[in-house]
């Protein structure tokens, strides 16, 4: 059974950067589409980006476009997550997911998530 673990969130200011990180095991980590999703209270989980099995392939959500950015180093087991001109509704518990297919379906109910890590974007 493949385990996600993430790692990096905190507080951080507006405007400002983070990376967040994912440790993966229990599986051949270059077999997975790997892709960040995040959740805040009261609303749906949200689509953040995914990247295909070789980093090929990449795809954000509208609400990121341009301020972040997924990869993944197939020879560490890892995917990341850079994040900059983080604002206030980027806050959020961000959860690393793992989908075993060839291409991203985007579709959080097909991936394997870990517990996530905590975001809060201060004003």
């Known amino acids: 059974q493949v385990q996600l673990v993430e790692s990096g969130g905190r507080l951080v200011q507006t405007g400002g950067s983070l990376r967040l990180s994912c440790v993966v095991s229990g599986g051949t980590f270059s077999s997975y589409v790997m892709g960040w999703f995040r959740r805040t209270p009261g609303k749906q989980r949200e689509f953040v980006a995914a990247i295909g099995r070789n980093g090929s392939s990449i795809y954000y959500g509208n609400s990121v476009r341009g301020r972040f950015t997924i990869s993944r180093d197939n020879t560490k087991n890892t995917l990341y997550l850079q994040m900059s001109a983080l604002k206030p509704e980027d806050t959020a518990v961000y959860h690393c997911?793992?989908?075993?297919?060839?291409?991203?379906?985007?579709?959080?109910?097909?991936?394997?998530w870990g517990q996530g890590t905590q975001v809060t974007v201060s004003s």
């Open positions: 997911a793992a989908e075993l297919t060839a291409s991203p379906t985007l579709n959080p109910d097909n991936y394997i």
